[in-house]
């Protein structure tokens, strides 16, 4: 709903176009007042929470440059943990929200009020990652499961695949010869 549609049941306070104008222009002071202040709310809120894992991205490896925790004066606000990942208040200003960018679009992480839940969440997100980056660089990934497999105990199986396999090769030129020599 617009101002002007919520303004239409109250009666006009101005009787001139003048008056109308003045009183617009007061109006839309106003909101950008209330706007600086949220704007001024957000910004030191995430300064709070900037100071509170500041200590967490200094002990980061110096050879990880994945991370960097930096506080962008955006609109909105957003303090920014790695390329993909960042923190902003939503509406109100009065709760964090640690958001990902990923290829289907934004998910929220974890959404709180309280900046040492999301000092934590966030300290656990940072080590989760390099947790991952650890393991992807060993090679290991939990999608493969090391474990023997009965298949592979059965060489009978090999022998019989093969054979099956030349006794078709055979077949095959067979039918391709038979037909050029008659």
């Known amino acids: 709903m617009t101002k002007l549609e919520k303004k239409r049941d109250e009666p006009a306070t101005a009787t ?16 950008l007042d209330k706007s600086v202040d949220r704007r001024s709310i957000e910004m030191a809120r995430l300064e709070v929470l900037h100071a509170s894992v500041e200590h967490v991205f200094d002990d980061i490896p110096i050879e990880d440059d ?26 109100s ?17 974890v959404e709180t009020d309280d900046v040492g839940v999301m000092a934590g969440r966030i300290t656990e997100y940072v080590a989760h990652e ?21 298949s592979n105990s059965r060489p009978w199986l090999v022998i019989a695949a093969f054979t099956i396999g030349v006794l078709t090769g055979v077949a095959g030129l067979l039918s391709y010869g038979l037909p050029i020599t008659q």
């Open 16 to 31: 001139s176009l003048r008056d109308a104008i003045h009183l617009a222009r007061v109006q839309e002071a106003e909101d």
């Open 130 to 150: 390099i947790v991952t980056r650890e393991r992807q660089a060993a090679g290991v990934s939990y999608d493969r499961i090391f474990t023997r497999s009965r």
């Open 93 to 109: 200003g009065e709760i964090y929200r640690m958001i990902r960018n990923e290829g289907t679009g934004r998910r929220v992480l």
């Open 66 to 91: 994945r991370f960097a925790l930096a506080l962008v004066p955006s609109k909105p606000a957003r303090l920014w943990i790695d390329i993909m990942t960042y923190v902003a208040m939503d509406n």
